[in-house]
């Protein structure tokens, strides 16, 4: 599994931005903790370390902050599963599962009581946002498949790669609603990907006793 500590690691970036990324991550630990609708500018500020009101010089109203705060996690989350799907001395299975872990199981089992509004938000204040990003992780997912033999598997089979990469996202989406903490989720996550992945080990099993 990659370690994911390395992967989600940011960047480094000029201060300015440092100090508007350490904002966006306050903001993402409230949001993650409280929710949207009971998080306040006030907790974000005093979790960042800045007043109310320098917070509000940056943005405007808690929706604003939100949307940036969900691009900023969205930004991340993508970046850490592309990294997972480029680990070339991982096998696919692997990959596969620690790109689904740093997309969709990166908050599962860390969320507060109160979070369960946030997908209502996401939904509601940028749903664009959210489309565009799956879209990009499901696009990431069937390009790792794509090249490698699962190409030709599915091919066999009369399947193309990108709907099998939609359902495997599906399957993650589904787990990070139904699984309590993230050993859980890897669980999950690991059963679907070897189920998906069984036909290549089968095959490079054979391959070994030749």
Same mark, same amino acid.
């Given at each position: 599994? /990659?370690?994911?500590?390395?992967?989600?690691? /940011? /960047?480094?970036?000029?201060?300015? +931005?440092?100090?508007? !990324?350490?904002?966006?991550?306050?903001?993402?630990?409230?949001?993650?903790?409280?929710?949207?609708?009971?998080?306040?500018?006030? +907790?974000?500020?005093?979790?960042?370390?800045?007043?109310?009101?320098?917070?509000?010089?940056?943005?405007?109203?808690?929706?604003?902050?939100?949307?940036?705060?969900?691009? *900023?996690?969205?930004?991340?989350?993508?970046?850490?599963?592309?990294?997972?799907?480029?680990?070339?001395?991982?096998?696919?299975?692997?990959?596969?599962?620690?790109?689904?872990? !740093?997309?969709?199981?990166?908050?599962?089992?860390?969320?507060?009581? +109160?979070?369960?509004?946030?997908? !209502?938000?996401?939904?509601?204040?940028?749903?664009?946002?959210?489309? +565009?990003?799956?879209?990009?992780?499901?696009?990431?997912?069937?390009?790792?498949?794509?090249?490698?033999?699962?190409?030709?598997?599915?091919?066999?089979?009369?399947?193309?790669?990108?709907?099998?990469?939609?359902?495997? *996202?599906? %399957?993650?989406?589904?787990?990070?609603?139904?699984?309590?903490?993230?050993?859980?989720?890897?669980?999950?996550? %690991?059963?679907?990907?070897?189920?998906?992945?069984? /036909?290549?080990?089968?095959?490079?099993?054979?391959?070994?006793?030749?």
């Amino acid at each position: 599994m /990659p370690n994911m500590t390395t992967l989600l690691s /940011p /960047p480094l970036l000029s201060q300015a +931005d440092s100090k508007i !990324c350490a904002l966006l991550e306050a903001a993402v630990g409230v949001f993650s903790r409280f929710g949207f609708r009971k998080a306040s500018m006030e +907790d974000v500020a005093r979790a960042a370390g800045v007043s109310r009101q320098g917070l509000y010089i940056s943005f405007a109203s808690k929706e604003e902050l939100f949307r940036s705060a969900l691009t *900023h996690s969205l930004r991340n989350q993508l970046a850490a599963a592309t990294a997972a799907l480029s680990r070339a001395e991982d096998n696919l299975e692997t990959r596969l599962i620690g790109a689904c872990v !740093c997309w969709s199981g990166r908050f599962v089992g860390s969320l507060g009581a +109160d979070a369960s509004d946030l997908m !209502c938000a996401s939904s509601s204040l940028a749903v664009k946002t959210l489309s +565009d990003y799956e879209c990009r992780f499901e696009a990431a997912l069937a390009s790792a498949l794509g090249a490698s033999p699962m190409d030709r598997a599915c091919a066999g089979a009369g399947l193309e790669i990108a709907d099998l990469a939609r359902a495997l *996202h599906a %399957t993650a989406r589904g787990l990070k609603q139904s699984c309590k903490t993230q050993d859980e989720f890897v669980k999950g996550m %690991t059963a679907a990907v070897r189920m998906i992945c069984l /036909p290549l080990n089968q095959s490079n099993q054979k391959g070994s006793k030749l």
